[in-house]
């Protein structure tokens, strides 16, 4: 399968999940028993269009062996990277869906925040001139901006992912004037032929009131939220919920 045909959009909307936080808690709570590919399996049987992995540089604390193991039990995975060619070979070698590239958060180090690439004076050629020749599509995390969504497609991207993190926590009026400037993002992206996703904070409320401003999403993402109402209502309930949302 090319590269392109993997972008395709489907009637339905994708929803991704980010098993980042269930890896964060295995890390802090030092709970050994604790499994990602487990997680990852229970996932997919829930609905899930595809499960993501945040890896660092220091493969902490999502390691190369949980790589391994969500590759082999799930259709579908992301990674998400930061810039950083050393990392190449962990996706070359793991041969996921999809690459996110992103800048590293405060979270573990973990790459969950959006490039500034217009600031960045570093082409992202290195990453995506192999990740692409090796049949992998590569997504820029970004700000829901027109002139980021210009400066990733001339990046060579065949994708965005629009940073939400800042937007749904904004008071009413701010937050409106943020959703308005995603509609206009998703609409640029649309034009160029990218594929579009939203991710970043996205929670059960957030994420309707996000789509609703940006309907040429075809993918959204989730990771904190589901996370944390599956330590309530079970991981099959919490991600089942969600993707009635994202339809």
């Given at each position: 399968m090319n590269s392109s045909a993997r972008w395709e959009v489907r009637e339905l909307r994708r929803l991704?999940?980010?098993?980042?936080?269930?890896?964060?808690?295995?890390?802090e709570a030092k709970a050994r028993d604790v499994d990602v590919a487990v997680a990852a399996t229970l996932a997919e049987l829930a609905a899930v269009d595809a499960v993501r992995l945040g890896v660092n540089e220091d493969l902490a604390p999502i390691s190369a062996q949980d790589v391994?193991?969500?590759r082999r039990v799930v259709r579908t995975l992301e990674l998400a990277l930061p810039v950083d060619p050393s990392?190449?070979?962990?996706a070359l070698e793991a041969q996921p869906e999809r690459v996110?590239?992103?800048?590293?958060?405060?979270?573990?180090?973990?790459?969950?925040?959006?490039?500034?690439?217009?600031?960045?004076?570093?082409s992202l050629a290195p990453m995506v001139r192999p990740l692409a020749d090796g049949g992998i599509p590569?997504?820029?995390l970004i700000k829901p901006e027109l002139e980021a969504v210009k400066t990733a497609h001339a990046e060579g991207v065949e994708g965005v992912e629009f940073y939400t993190g800042a937007i749904i926590d904004l008071p009413p009026v701010e937050r409106v004037r943020e959703?308005?400037?995603l509609g206009d993002a998703a609409r640029l992206?649309?034009?160029?032929?990218?594929?579009?996703?939203?991710?970043?904070?996205?929670?059960?409320?957030?994420?309707?009131?996000?789509?609703?401003?940006?309907?040429?999403?075809?993918?959204?993402?989730?990771?904190?939220?589901?996370?944390?109402?599956?330590?309530?209502?079970?991981?099959?309930?919490?991600?089942?919920d969600l993707r009635a949302l994202v339809e």
């Open positions: 991704t999940l980010s098993l980042d936080a269930l890896a964060i808690l295995r890390s391994s193991d969500v990392l190449v070979k962990i996110l590239l992103a800048d590293e958060g405060r979270d573990g180090g973990l790459p969950c925040e959006p490039l500034d690439l217009r600031g960045r004076g570093v590569v997504s820029a959703l308005e400037k992206a649309s034009k160029l032929r990218m594929h579009i996703a939203a991710g970043g904070g996205l929670g059960y409320r957030s994420v309707t009131e996000v789509i609703e401003n940006a309907p040429a999403l075809a993918a959204v993402t989730v990771g904190r939220a589901a996370i944390a109402r599956a330590v309530l209502i079970g991981l099959d309930r919490a991600l089942r």
